[in-house]
């Protein structure tokens, strides 16, 4: 079942903090975080596991409730190179391919 | 290292006619998978290669066959194309599907008239 992001659009000035929200009403494995740019390919940002591992971007920060089935992707001070739409992925082991949300779309502006 | 690789990145076709899509990866992954990408809808999974030799629908397989050449290689193929398939085509891999990030290829624009 395809997880739910919120807000499906946000603007930023420069500098600005945004939070980008994905929730399942499944239990969760993983969830994984991509952004894509315009007319390009999505590009890992980084993986939450069940358990508290992370890997990913040391730049990029996010969460993972668990017991919610909710990551949240926090950008903070965004730069103009932060827009593009963001995808989270979810999966409910580690041998089950993901299910992708419908995307952010994130604006930063000067 | 060249990652992910598509071809062809652009095709229009003619309702009825059929193509194959080409993806190949050096990474050496176990898994690989073909996405479609339509406005407004995300990334949805056409159908995926965990290992060489294996392969299982996704969330829209219907229309769609594939095969997993060999370990580098995975190919979709349209037989009869329809105007709903007019979409971006997106090829990935990774280690372990929910463990491992995904690597992706520049992907194929497809238009079906």
């Known amino acids: 079942q395809q997880p739910v992001q919120s807000p499906q659009a946000v603007i930023l000035r420069e500098g600005e903090d945004a939070v980008i929200n994905c929730s399942s009403s499944?239990?969760?494995?993983?969830v994984h975080w991509y952004r894509q740019k315009h007319g390009e390919a999505p590009v890992f940002l980084m993986i939450?596991?069940?358990?508290?591992e992370q890997k990913g971007h040391e730049k990029i920060s996010a969460s993972f409730n668990e017991k919610k089935q909710q990551s949240s992707l926090y950008l903070t001070a965004s730069q103009l190179s932060y827009s593009g739409t963001y995808f989270c992925?979810?999966?409910?082991?580690?041998?089950?391919?993901?299910?992708f949300g419908k995307g952010t779309r994130l604006s930063v502006i000067a | 290292n060249a990652g992910v690789t598509q071809t062809p990145k652009f095709q229009v076709l003619k309702t009825g006619q059929s193509m194959t899509l080409q993806c190949a990866q050096d990474?050496?992954?176990?898994?690989m998978y073909w996405y479609r990408q339509d406005p407004g809808m995300g990334l949805r999974l056409i159908y995926y290669?965990?290992?060489?030799?294996?392969?299982d629908k996704g969330e829209v397989p219907n229309g769609y066959n594939v095969s997993r050449l060999n370990k580098r290689e995975f190919s979709l193929r349209l037989e009869s194309a329809a105007p709903s398939q007019t979409s971006v085509y997106f090829c990935?891999?990774?280690?372990?599907?929910?463990?491992?990030?995904?690597?992706f290829g520049p992907g194929t624009r497809l238009t079906v008239l």
């Open positions: 990935a891999s990774s280690g372990l599907a929910g463990y491992n990030e995904q690597f």
């Open positions: 499944k239990a969760l494995y993983s």
């Open positions: 939450l596991l069940k358990g508290g």
């Open positions: 992925g979810t999966s409910n082991s580690g041998n089950t391919p993901l299910v």
């Open positions: 990474m050496n992954h176990n898994s």
């Open positions: 290669s965990a290992s060489e030799g294996t392969t």
